[in-house]
């Protein structure tokens, strides 16, 4: 390991690393609930898995196809992940060494589940972008280093990072809007209450998509830096990808290991900052019936792969607080059964219950009979594997995605049966009010 200049931060080493292929930034911008504790930087991955569908690619550390084969994404994952030292295992004391950083996107649960196909419209890059990096930056409470089992790529980013930044602009962008008026989300959540009514499910997560133009092309990082100051969180997050760019501001938990034990947090009830609203979010029947839901359903999730009577909730429905919002949170977990690997997990999980609903896949047909968009990257997941049982893995929520000369940030809630429309409507107006401020910001200082 060697020791990084005390005065560098990861956002000051992610902007020396600017232009270099596969750059990554795992930024914990905030401490909410004890997420926030590590950051890491990296560029240049000696290989890249990418999966479209059952199309899979792995490329090179230039970024040249190796292989192309026809296949299950999740067991591809796993065999990327075993083959760089990542396999599902109790995790070792001390800070995580992840090996591969990089994203699942919503509609890889297509290789899960049997879904009628959805809108054919929201192309954001990949369903599937895994990295390996033989050297990365990580801060920790010991303070910054490099790390990774590559002692060529380690000498390689150190002195990457003892070079000055190069000279970079930040991207300007349009306003944000929507194909997604007001008047239809409305008539969808309507739509969805009348399922509701119906019996088919018993809450649905449902989601519209606002788009901002890129007018000029400038580093991603700035943007970034915009959502972390006005929306910081412990899952911040720049993924230069392989066709999309990924920004993240992401509260939430998908699945991380703790111990021998695998946890998830889920978020389910959320209120803007003000007072009284902490004990109101916590006294309200509506968030209470939708949470619980969503425990449930993590519970069954996990017992699949669990060993019997292994899974516990340990600790319901407690308030979080962000610079913006309160959150409903609970911390859901268990012990994995002998011999179970990360595709097994997914296929288990993902992706996350609180961002699909109750019955999940009723719920996911759901979504993709109304939602209007794919959702690509968005509520799948993102973070890192690591060396030594180590992972986390985010709720991709709160994120936006960079592609074809647009910035696609989606916003949604969960619809139960005694939902109003207009206040579920209001609740994604919320969810994008960090991402309005970051824009805001982006253009007053340029």
Known sequence: MEALDPRLSPLDAAARLAGRRGRVVLHSARDDDGLGRCSFVAAEPRATLIARGRSLVVLDHDGRPVTRTIGDPLDATQAFLAEHGCTLEPRAAGAPEPRVIGYLGYDLAR???RLPGGAASGDDGPDLWLAAYGAIARWSAGGGEIIGPDRAARDRLAGALARPAPPSLPPSFGPFTTGDDAAHHIARVERVRDYLAAGDAYQVNLARRLVARLRVPGDPLALYAALAEVAPAPYGALIEADGATLVSGSPERFL???????????IKGTRAR??????ALAAAPKDAAEHLMIVDLERNDLGRIAETGSVTVDELGYIVELPALYHKVSRVSARPRAGTGYAALL?????GGSITGAPKLRAMQLIDELEPVRRGPYCGALGYFGAHGAFDLAIAIRIGVLSRNELRVHVGGGIVADSDAAAELAETELKAAGWIAALDLLRARS
Do not use: C, K, M, N
């Open 111 to 113: 290789a899960i589940e």
């Open 256 to 266: 991380a290991s703790v111990g021998d034990r695998i946890e998830t947090r889920p």
């Open 274 to 279: 003000g007072d009284g609203e902490a004990a």
């Open 347 to 351: 296929r288990a999980t993902f992706p």
